[in-house]
């Protein structure tokens, strides 16, 4: 039991301590949340305009088409745009999006951090649309018709009595895509960004030990999403108090 444990502190100091390793890791951590943050705030973003455009197609589209007006093409035309990008980007996987996104799209871009929060939050927005978009869609539409006795247009509407329903309807179904896109980052290794996985495999190419640092990273991992759970968990728990 000795020598396993002194064999155990070994490989502690070996792949942590030695030559300051473990500053690889807490580096690599800071790059995973700075993508993982900027990209859920794109995701949230576009993924909110995507199914607007989506859903109001959906409720509207037909009753639009009977007036033949200007918007009613307008609309046509960016619902086009919204079914193809979100086939393409949930059709296609994650880690090839980010691929192209460096090495073609921005592919003389020197900021490969920035380029992975637009390939990430791009991929993210599309999954997130459709869970709004369903939101959206479960809403009774008795709500849109109390938004317009009390004189809101469609947007007010939008903003003030359904998407506060609808958050709490879809978020759940967000923790879950957020928790993803977290895992997901550990492919920006790819483009040779130096983030939480990428600092532990370089660190096991230099210790030929593999096994204190990809636990050490999976345990990072770990702790981020139960944080991430005990956060929505309790905001889940506040948003239902509120309800009462």
């Not at 637009?118 to 018709?145: H, K, P, T």
């Not at 096991?204 to 770990?222: D, E, K, N, Q």
């Amino acid at each position: 039991m000795s020598a396993w444990w002194d064999g155990l502190k070994a490989q502690f100091v070996l792949n942590f301590i030695n030559d300051n390793r473990w500053q690889s890791l807490v580096s690599g951590l800071g790059v995973t949340l700075q993508i993982t943050v900027f990209a859920v705030i794109v995701g949230i973003l576009l993924g909110a305009l995507v199914a607007t455009v989506r859903s109001t197609w959906d409720k509207s589209g037909e009753e639009m088409g009977r007036r033949k007006s200007p918007a009613y093409y307008l609309l046509k035309g960016f619902n086009v745009i919204c079914k193809i990008y979100l086939t393409v980007i949930r059709g296609t996987p994650v880690v090839v999006q980010l691929m192209i996104s460096y090495f073609i799209i921005f592919a003389t871009s020197k900021n490969a951090v920035a380029v992975a929060i637009f390939a990430f939050g791009l991929n993210s927005a599309a999954y997130v649309a459709e869970i709004i978009r369903g939101g959206i869609m479960s809403i009774d539409e008795g709500q849109f018709e109390a938004g317009r006795s009390l004189g809101f247009n469609y947007p007010q509407t939008m903003i003030y009595i359904i998407l506060p329903q609808v958050f709490k309807a879809v978020l759940p179904a967000l923790l879950n895509e957020f928790i993803t896109l977290v895992k997901e980052t550990s492919v920006a290794g790819y483009v040779g960004i130096m983030d939480l996985t990428k600092a532990g495999d370089v660190i096991r190419s230099r210790t030929y030990s593999a096994f204190m640092p990809l636990f050490a990273v999976a345990g990072i991992y770990l702790v981020i999403v139960i944080i991430l759970e005990t956060v929505f968990g309790r905001l889940e728990r506040r948003l239902r108090q509120n309800e009462r």
